[in-house]
């Protein structure tokens, strides 16, 4: 008889790949864009992190104290940027910009003016 195992328990076994990794974290990154919830990418960079070896590992590939890496990855002040950028580290990416691909595409340029899109991801379901 097959073993039932939680979702995390399936996550941490295939994020163990450094690819399944990066493309589970852009797909929690694409779903952060649309509708918001940090506390979703927050929980992934928590997988990752375990499935990537756990804090020991992760903490000598990035050269910080496992302890202080644990406490900076579970401090809810941690800024979310922050600990993204830890994961991205240890997975050998970097975070870019690129612009969206939906709205409008007046977006008001002149120096000292707020640029705004005229549509947001959710208008759009």
Known sequence: MRKMRTLREYLIERLADREKAIGYLQAILDDYYIYGGAAVV??????????QGGISKVAKRVDMD????????????TPLIDALGIVLKVLGCQLSIKPLEYGSSNLETDAGQTAHVAESPTSLQ
């Open 42 to 51: 927050k929980d992934a960079l928590d997988t990752i992190v375990e499935a």
């Open 66 to 77: 496992p302890k202080l890496l644990s406490k900076f990855l579970s401090n809810e002040d």
